[in-house]
């Protein structure tokens, strides 16, 4: 049997990329896992003994999405200068983005085939490319992700020696109308924001395109590739 994973499928993104795969019938079993589910389907990325109970219950997926990602909590959001920054937001901002998802790599790719092509993917973003950043501020946020593209980078260049067909990569699926983006959608380019049954269609499209050396690459929604 083949099967998918989507780790983060209570979130806007998440919830659509389960649906999705769910609707497209390629997979024989489509597992979500988020923080909020309770049971066989709970996994919080800063409890790594879930991450670890989560991978030992699917068996051997080619598929594993981490639509996962924090930009903002409560009074707390993306700063907007070096005097914002404070050192417990920019830790979690690391655990949510970065430290997570690198564990949820380190639970599940071993248990994915070692032959044959597999996709690893987790959600990033533009900002987190340090060539692409020309109006500073969001440091946690940019900092956090830019750390995620790095990880991608070292973990598929690891994981080719398991599979030489494994695909790891990050995705950018742009602008999403999500209670992420929410608070920040005022300067959104018309036409660029996206609903997330569309982001979902659009990122799995991407995934479908990839081939094996695009592994430890960053894509944006519409398959360009983005310079970390």
Do not use: C
Not at 138 to 159: F, H
């Amino acid at each position: 049997m083949s099967s998918a994973v989507v780790i983060g499928a209570s979130g806007g993104i998440g919830k659509a990329l389960e649906e999705a795969l769910r609707d497209e019938g390629t997979f024989d079993a489509v597992h979500g896992f988020s923080r909020s589910a309770d049971g066989d389907r709970h996994l919080d990325l800063e409890d790594e003994a879930s991450i670890s109970a989560a991978a030992t219950k699917i068996g051997s997926p080619t598929l594993v999405i981490v639509a996962t990602g924090l930009l903002h909590a409560g009074d707390k959001g993306p700063e907007k200068a070096m005097r914002d920054l404070d050192p417990v937001w920019m830790a979690r901002n690391f655990a949510i983005n970065a430290i997570g998802p690198a564990l949820v790599a380190k639970h599940f790719l071993p248990t994915m085939p070692k032959t044959g092509r597999i996709v690893f993917a987790v959600l990033s973003a533009r900002v987190g490319s340090i060539g692409d950043n020309k109006l500073g501020g969001w440091y946690g946020y940019r900092a956090s992700k830019a750390a995620l593209n790095q990880l991608v980078r070292t973990i598929a260049i690891e994981d080719k020696r398991r599979n030489s067909s494994g695909i790891v990569v990050g995705l950018h699926p742009g602008t999403v109308d999500t209670g992420l983006s929410q608070p920040f959608q005022g300067n959104v380019t018309p036409g660029t924001l996206f609903k997330p049954d569309r982001a979902a269609v659009q990122l799995l499209d991407v995934i479908d395109g990839l081939r094996a050396p695009d592994s430890g690459k960053l894509f944006a929604w519409d398959g360009v590739e983005i310079t970390p």
